[in-house]
């Protein structure tokens, strides 16, 4: 099996086209990965969705974060019965609610909207990023909750020379208070598809420029930045893709030091990966000192394998190849992670996708210091198994053992928006 990673970051997270929905809790019989000696079971839910979703409901949930146990926000798109909408799900105490989002003046009547992924400082205080149809193109989208009220989304501002385009988008977001957030993205200037930095600084979203790149990227070719976290203000990694010279796609580090985004480097691989290796990083955790984990995907042997990246005391040295669960195979079984929360730099969860043949199958990974560990994720009992569908997209521990994980699966009566949680 051959394979590589998919871009722009929605054909990686896609939507399927469905049949009905069942909003139902579903007791798993197998555990998620947790840290070592955990073995307590996770419970599946089909997310619930806003009165005009689809009697065939579409749907994806692609973020989540949880500022505390039991308090959580998820976002991501449904099938509403005007088109493709944002939905922000909320957990309270277990109980999951579900409401749409109220777009900018600008949008156009059918928005084509996308919440890509949302950052938490406390209950109630949360900053969700995406993607919406302006009148004018698409457009960086973002949507803050105060005091535990929404407001009106608001229109990303673009670095100088930016030009309209289908590709603007936030993928990612990080905040370190309420009015200190980092998200980037993707737009479109003159010379092409460039990675994307905005900054949101005393309470105003204005500092937004083009990220930097690798020596060898080419200027004209899509790149991305598809998650980032910080430190504190000014202290910020994000990474993402772009492509070289070669031309390959990439993995690529960006680093912000006092408030600098200077530093571009082309992350590490394992010592398996292709020569020319298709790559990417679609998650990224960092903690003071400059220890940081970061996990993707990049092009082995025999296709597409889980990527982690360490970095440790300011340096990216060590890489490897994700483990995979019982009973799979490098030659049959191609991993992609796509999700991480970390609680410490020793204990992270990772989530994504394994692509088995015309089966995809949403999987987990758990470290313990440097030991990582794997399982397949179980399908909830309504999910089709042949040909099947599931993809863990994001991810949000509280502690070592509490997580809240969000995706999305296949049944029998379409694609669910899926929530995983204990």
């Not at 999951?96 to 949302?118: F, G, K, Y």
């Not at 994000?238 to 530093?263: K, Y």
Request: one cysteine or more.
């Amino acid at each position: 099996m051959t394979t590589s990673p998919l871009s722009p970051r929605h054909s990686r997270r896609p939507v399927r086209t469905g049949l009905v929905a069942v909003v139902a809790s579903i007791l798993l019989a197998t555990p998620f990965a947790l840290s070592a000696g955990a073995t307590t079971t996770y419970t599946a839910t089909a997310a619930p969705l806003p009165a005009n979703g689809f009697a065939h409901p579409q749907a994806s949930l692609l973020g989540v974060s949880c500022p505390a146990a039991e308090q959580c926000v998820a976002v991501g798109r449904y099938q509403s019965t005007s088109g493709p909408a944002g939905v922000i799900d909320t957990d309270v105490h277990g109980v999951w609610s579900t409401r749409e989002i109220t777009l900018p003046s600008d949008a156009a009547s059918s928005p084509n909207t996308v919440l890509s992924a949302v950052s938490c400082v406390a209950v109630g205080n949360c900053v969700a990023v995406g993607q919406y149809d302006a009148t004018t193109g698409y457009e960086g989208l973002i949507v803050t909750e105060t005091a535990g009220v929404w407001g009106t989304g608001v229109r990303a501002p673009l670095p100088s020379g930016a030009v309209s385009s289908t590709v603007t988008a936030l993928y990612g977001v990080d905040c370190l208070s309420t009015s200190y957030c980092v998200a980037v993205g993707q737009y479109k200037n003159a010379a092409g598809d460039q990675a994307w930095i905005v900054r949101k600084s005393g309470g105003v979203w204005g500092a937004s420029q083009r990220a930097p790149l690798p020596k060898y990227a080419k200027s004209n070719f899509i790149t991305q930045l598809d998650a980032v976290s910080c430190t504190s203000p000014g202290n910020c990694v994000a990474v993402g893709q772009f492509v070289d010279t070669s031309p390959a796609r990439r993995a690529m580090i960006d680093t912000e030091s006092g408030g600098a985004w200077s530093s571009s480097q082309v992350a590490p691989l394992p010592t398996d990966a292709e020569r020319n290796p298709w790559a990417g990083l679609f998650g990224v955790k960092c903690f003071v000192g400059g220890n940081c984990v970061a996990v993707g995907v990049y092009q082995g042997p025999n296709g597409g394998q889980g990527l982690i990246d360490t970095e440790s005391n300011g340096l990216w040295s060590s890489t490897r190849r994700a483990p995979l669960a019982a009973g799979k195979s490098l030659t049959s079984d191609s991993d992609q992670l796509i999700g991480l929360s970390c609680v410490s730099a020793a204990h992270c969860v990772a989530v994504g996708q394994d692509t088995e043949g015309l089966n995809d199958a949403p999987v987990a990974i758990t470290s313990t210091g440097t030991q990582w560990s794997a399982v397949d994720e179980p399908r909830p009992a309504n999910a089709i198994s042949s040909p099947g569908y599931g993809v863990l997209n994001a991810v949000s521990c509280t502690s070592a053992t509490t997580c809240v994980a969000v995706g999305q699966y296949e049944s029998s009566e379409g694609q669910p928006a899926l929530i995983e949680s204990r």
